[in-house]
Every structure is written in C-alpha cells, then in structure tokens.
C-alpha cells in the first residue's frame, strides 16, 4: 500500500498494490495496521456505506459537526471526482480544499479525517461508491455546503448543472456554514 498525503494535512491518497494475472485480480483494500501507522493514531470504523449514483450527479459537499466523521472512501465501479474541504475551526487550512479521481480501475481510495467535507461528481455512466466512517451517519448534525459556491471554486467537471438532491441544492456558502470544533 502506498499512502500519500495531500495538499491538506490529514488528507490521504491510499493507492493500494494490485495483483495481476490471467485470472483476474486481488487487492487489499484496508489493513488496520498500515492505515492507522500512516494516519498517526488509532481509528476505528464504525459504519459502512454504499451509494449506487448515475453520471452527472453530485452528491455533497456532506459533514457533520457535533459528530464529525472520518471517511475512507473507495469506488467498486465507475469514477468519481472526490472532493475534501477543511471544515475545521481554527484551522490554517479552512475553506481549502482538495480532489482526486478515484475510480474501480484506479483502486484509489481517499482518507478524509474528522472536520471535512465531502463530495463527489460521477463521472462515468455511473458509478458505487463505498466508504467507512468513524462514527454513525447524525442527520440532527449533517451540513451541506453548496457545490458552486464562489468562494470555494472548485472546477467540477461538468458541463452545466449537475444532477443534486433538494438538499444540496439548498446547501450553505462556505461563509454561512458552521464550523467543526474538533476536541
């Protein structure tokens, strides 16, 4: 497994190794051990998700603040553009954000720790997504920001508008969203 950092701190590229041959392929997708050596400290994972999502749609930008999770995020089929954004309050980094294509072909997996949010455009005909979390999904805690906010500007690739839920539609701009106090 190699394990990158990103252009924000805490933020990980997982490229795990691929086995080869006629028959197909093996990869080792987590190991405990590995993970929490490079993410410095021990973390459990309390949760497993799976969201099936068709081209153009865009699902986030998703955190929670009392019970800010921690996500390992991977795709089994299709592409993604994956996005973090630092939520942290008080952090030098804020309102920063950054990407990665992750796809079933790529095996990429990205480590968002607690305080950031997260979001993803598919950009094949459609794409699963799976992602462990560090705690339980909270909707009296979830927060949305909005996608397109101008302060952000984040270049999605998409042409036009993408396929949102009603809630990311009504997500807050950076300036209006509260912060996640990390303890």
Same mark, same amino acid.
């Given at each position: 497994?190699?394990?990158?950092?990103?252009s924000?701190?805490?933020?990980?590229?997982? $490229?795990?190794?691929?086995? =080869?041959?006629?028959?197909? +392929? +093996?990869?080792?997708?987590?190991? =405990?051990? @590995?993970? $929490?050596?490079?993410?410095?400290?021990p973390?459990?994972?309390?949760? $497993?998700n799976?969201?099936h999502s068709?081209?153009?749609?865009?699902?986030?930008?998703?955190?929670?603040?009392?019970?800010? =999770?921690?996500?390992l995020?991977?795709?089994?089929?299709?592409?993604? +553009?994956?996005?973090?954004?630092?939520?942290?309050e008080?952090?030098?980094?804020?309102?920063?954000?950054?990407?990665?294509?992750l796809?079933?072909?790529?095996?990429?997996?990205?480590?968002?720790?607690?305080?950031?949010?997260?979001?993803?455009l598919?950009?094949? $005909?459609?794409?699963?997504?799976?992602?462990k979390?560090t705690?339980?999904?909270?909707? @009296?805690?979830?927060q949305?920001?909005?996608?397109d %906010?101008? #302060?952000?500007?984040?270049?999605?690739?998409?042409?036009?508008e993408?396929?949102?839920? %009603?809630k990311?539609? =009504?997500?807050?701009?950076? @300036?209006?969203?509260?912060?996640? #106090?990390?303890?």
């Amino acid at each position: 497994m190699r394990i990158t950092p990103l252009s924000l701190p805490d933020v990980l590229r997982i $490229d795990p190794v691929k086995h =080869q041959d006629a028959r197909g +392929f +093996f990869v080792e997708t987590y190991i =405990q051990s @590995a993970f $929490d050596a490079a993410v410095g400290r021990p973390v459990h994972f309390l949760q $497993d998700n799976q969201s099936h999502s068709r081209r153009h749609v865009l699902r986030g930008l998703h955190y929670q603040t009392l019970q800010s =999770q921690g996500k390992l995020v991977r795709v089994t089929e299709g592409e993604i +553009f994956d996005v973090a954004v630092d939520m942290r309050e008080g952090s030098p980094t804020f309102g920063r954000w950054t990407s990665e294509i992750l796809s079933s072909e790529n095996q990429r997996q990205l480590w968002l720790p607690e305080g950031f949010a997260h979001g993803f455009l598919v950009l094949s $005909d459609y794409a699963n997504v799976v992602y462990k979390t560090t705690v339980p999904y909270s909707p @009296a805690h979830q927060q949305c920001v909005r996608w397109d %906010d101008p #302060a952000l500007a984040i270049p999605w690739p998409v042409a036009g508008e993408p396929i949102l839920s %009603d809630k990311d539609r =009504q997500g807050l701009t950076l @300036a209006q969203a509260p912060r996640v #106090a990390l303890r």
